[in-house]
């Protein structure tokens, strides 16, 4: 469990392999106070932490990790916001994130705006049930807040502003029009939706 609160960005250190693969991430964190097998966010995917040294660690992903995230378009240098798990008593400073991408959403917007930017993303139609405004959503693992939601021919397409010190603190910094993105909803949305489903 996460709260979509960025603490570190690291970058892809190595990967390797062909169907499942194992990536290296280089990290600020203290990596003596990580444990094997302990859950850490990777742009919003919780992976599992299989080794690890001085400033790095490694997480094996599968297949169906690759088919249904952004990380089959890493390579080494990605920026990767990560995040430690929550522990009870931590400060919910974001909201609920599993790190259980829901789809991948494509940038279509990224323009400065006064001191933020206008950030855009495009999702399936069929996720657009899941998204409403002044909603919480999670991109990349970062908790941030819909401003507008729009119901395309093409998708669903929802705005989120992106004050400065987002900015400083996550990968958004390199982000462009057209980057594929993970993009978590709300899980109360998801038990909504559901919910209505079987009314």
């Given at each position: 469990m996460f709260t979509g609160?960025?603490?570190?960005?690291?970058?892809?250190?190595?990967?390797?392999?062909?169907?499942?693969?194992?990536?290296?991430?280089?990290?600020?964190y203290e990596t003596t106070?990580?444990?094997i097998g302990?859950?850490?966010?990777?742009?919003?995917?919780?992976?599992?932490?299989?080794?690890?040294?001085?400033?790095?660690?490694?997480?094996?992903?599968?297949?169906e990790s690759l088919n249904v995230?952004?990380?089959?378009?890493?390579?080494?240098?990605?920026?990767?916001?990560?995040?430690?798990?929550?522990?009870?008593?931590d400060e919910l400073g974001g909201h609920i994130?599993?790190?259980h991408v829901d789809c991948i959403g494509e940038?279509?917007?990224?323009?400065?705006?006064?001191d933020s930017i206008l950030l855009k993303i495009l999702v399936a139609d069929e996720f657009g049930r899941f998204v409403a405004q002044k909603g919480g959503v999670a991109i990349n693992g970062a908790s941030l807040t819909v401003n507008t939601v729009e119901d395309l021919?093409?998708?669903?397409?929802?705005?989120?502003?992106?004050?400065p010190h987002t900015q400083e603190v996550t990968s958004f910094r390199s982000t462009k029009v057209g980057d594929k993105v993970n993009v978590e909803f709300d899980i109360l949305a998801r038990y909504v939706s559901r919910l209505q489903e079987k009314g």
């Open positions: 609160i960025v603490t570190d960005v690291g970058t892809v250190r190595s990967i390797e392999g062909n169907g499942d693969i194992r990536v290296a991430f280089n990290t600020n106070t990580i444990e302990a859950s850490i966010a990777c742009s919003g995917v919780c992976l599992t932490v299989v080794d690890k040294g001085d400033a790095w660690f490694s997480a094996d992903v599968s297949r995230t952004n990380i089959g378009g890493w390579k080494v240098g990605t920026l990767v916001n990560l995040e430690r798990s929550l522990k009870v008593g994130v599993t790190g940038v279509t917007c990224f323009d400065p705006v006064d021919d093409s998708g669903t397409q929802f705005s989120i502003n992106i004050i």
